[in-house]
C-alpha cells in the first residue's frame, strides 16, 4: 500500500514541476501571438491567474488521488495479504513436520494462484515421503525381526546346552543370515539406482536374445503355476540396443516375476518386442489382477506395495520396479506402466534406443538370413500350459522380485 501511494505522489510531483517549468513560457508565448503588448499589466495579471489555476488544480487532483489510490491499495494490499499470510502459516507448519496443510487457491491473482498449486504439491510430496519413510521403517523392523529372533533363539539354545549343533541347526542359522543379507542388499540396490550410481557394462546385444534369455529364465516358474509364457520377438529380428546384458536380465526378471504374481494359473503372460521408430518397445503383457487407478502412478515408488496386507515373500520388497526403472533410465530408455483397472490385466514397456545397422558382407548376410529364420520360427513357440498336475505343488516364484 505504502510503494503504490510513494509512485503515487512521485507522479503528481513530477506532473506539477512539469507543468511549472514548461506551463508558463507557452502560456505567455500563445498571449504574445493573440496580440497582448509584451508590456501590458493585463498580461501579468493573465499569467499569474493561469499559474494559480494550475497549482490549485494540481493540488485538488492530488488530493483526490491519494484518497481513490489509497481506497484501491488497500482493497488490493488486503486481497495479497490474506492468501500470502494463508502461505506462511502453512509453510510454518510444514516446517514443524505437520505435512497434510494445505493452501486455498483463492484466485487473487494468477502468480499467488500458482505459487499456491506448486505448494500444494511440494506438501503432498514431502507427505508422501515422510509415509514411505515410516513405512519403511515399519517393513525393516518386519523383516528383520523374524531372523534376529530366530538367530537369537538358536544361539541362546547352544549357548545353553538345550539345543545340539547339527545339520538342521546350520541350516536354519544359513538361512536366516542369507534372509538378513538379502536385505541388506535390496536397500544397496535401492539407494544406488535412485542416487544413479548404478555400474553398466554396456555392449551391443539383439532384442531377441536379450528376450529369449528372460524368457528362458523365468520359464521354470511359469510351467511350475501353470501360466502361458508367450514371446514374440520377430517383429525386432535383427535389431541391436547397447544395453548391460546382466542389468537388462534383472529387468526381465522383474517383469515377469511380477507378471507370474498376478496372473492366476491358466492365465497368459506375452513378451513382444516392437520397433517403434528409433527405438524398440518390449512389452510385457498380462491378463491378471491388474492395477487400480490410484495405485498406477506409485507403482514404480520405492517400497510400494500394491497390497500392504501381503507380506515379503509374497509381495516382494517393493524395490524391483525401482531398481528396474532406474536401469532403463540409466541406459537411456524408459519404463512405463498401463492398466485398465483391476481384473483387466497390466502392460509394462521397456524402450530402449537401437544401434544403426551395420551393412551387412555376403558372408555375414548370410549367417544374418539363418539367424533371423531361427529367431522367427523360435517366436512361434508358445510355452505351453502343462496338461497335467506337476509333479510338486505350484507355488510362488522362490525369489520375488515385486508386487505391484
Known amino acids: ?19 511549472a517549468l514548461l506551463g508558463p513560457p507557452i502560456f505567455h508565448e500563445h498571449l504574445i501571438r493573440a496580440g497582448h503588448p509584451a508590456d501590458s499589466p493585463e498580461l501579468g495579471h493573465i499569467e499569474e491567474a493561469f499559474r494559480d489555476s494550475s497549482l490549485t488544480s494540481l493540488g485538488i487532483a492530488l488530493v483526490v488521488a491519494l484518497g481513490c489510490a489509497s481506497v484501491v491499495a488497500w482493497y488490493l494490499s488486503g486481497r495479497l495479504q490474506a492468501p500470502l499470510g494463508a502461505l506462511t502459516r502453512a509453510a510454518r507448519e510444514v516446517s514443524r513436520g505437520h505435512y497434510d496443510r494445505r493452501v ?47 538367530v537369537r533363539a538358536y544361539s541362546e539354545g547352544l549357548q545353553d546346552g538345550v539345543v545340539g549343533w547339527d545339520d538342521h541347526v546350520a541350516a536354519v542359522l544359513l538361512d536366516q543370515s542369507d534372509r538378513l543379507g538379502r536385505l541388506a542388499e535390496d536397500l544397496d540396490d535401492v539407494s544406488r539406482a535412485e542416487e544413479g550410481r548404478i555400474p553398466l557394462d554396456l555392449r551391443p546385444c539383439r532384442v531377441a536374445d536379450l528376450v529369449w534369455a528372460a524368457a528362458d529364465a523365468a520359464r ?84 510400494y506395495r500394491g497390497d500392504t496386507a501381503r507380506d515379503r515373500a509374497h509381495g516382494g520388497s517393493g524395490i524391483g520396479l525401482t531398481i528396474s526403472k532406474a536401469v532403463a533410465d540409466a541406459l537411456g530408455g524408459s519404463l512405463t506402466a498401463a492398466s485398465r483397472g483391476l481384473g483387466h490385466g497390466a502392460t509394462f514397456t521397456v524402450t530402449l534406443p537401437t544401434l544403426p545397422a551395420r551393412p551387412a558382407t555376403p558372408a555375414s548376410a548370410d549367417a544374418g538370413t539363418t539367424a533371423q529364420a531361427g529367431l522367427a520360427t523360435d517366436a512361434a513357440i508358445e510355452t505351453a500350459r502343462p496338461t497335467g498336475p506337476p509333479t510338486e505343488p505350484p507355488t510362488e516364484p522362490s525369489d520375488p522380485q515385486e508386487m505391484r
Do not use: C, W
Request: glycine share 6%; proline share 3%; no cysteine.
Open 220 to 303: 521354470a516358474a511359469y510351467q511350475l503355476k501353470g501360466v502361458n509364457l508367450v514371446v514374440d520377438a520377430e517383429p525386432a529380428a535383427g535389431t541391436t540396443v547397447s544395453v548391460d546384458p546382466q542389468r537388462f536380465g534383472q529387468i526381465g526378471a522383474n517383469l515377469l516375476g511380477n507378471a507370474l504374481r498376478h496372473t492366476p494359473a491358466g492365465g497368459t503372460v506375452t513378451v513382444t518386442a516392437l520397433l517403434v521408430d528409433a527405438e524398440v518397445a518390449i512389452d510385457v503383457r498380462d491378463n491378471g489382477d491388474g492395477i487400480a487407478a490410484e495405485q498406477l502412478p506409485h507403482v514404480f515408488e520405492r517400497f
Open 104 to 150: 486455498a487457491v483463492t484466485g487473487a491473482s494468477r502468480e499467488l494462484d500458482t505459487l499456491a498449486e506448486a505448494f500444494n504439491t511440494m506438501a503432498a510430496r514431502l507427505e508422501q515421503v515422510e509415509d514411505t519413510r515410516r513405512q519403511l521403517l515399519s517393513d525393516l523392523a518386519h523383516e528383520m525381526r523374524t531372523p534376529v529372533a530366530t
Open 1 to 19: 500500500m505504502v510503494a503504490l501511494l510513494a509512485v503515487l505522489v512521485a507522479s503528481i510531483v513530477t506532473a506539477a514541476v512539469v507543468a
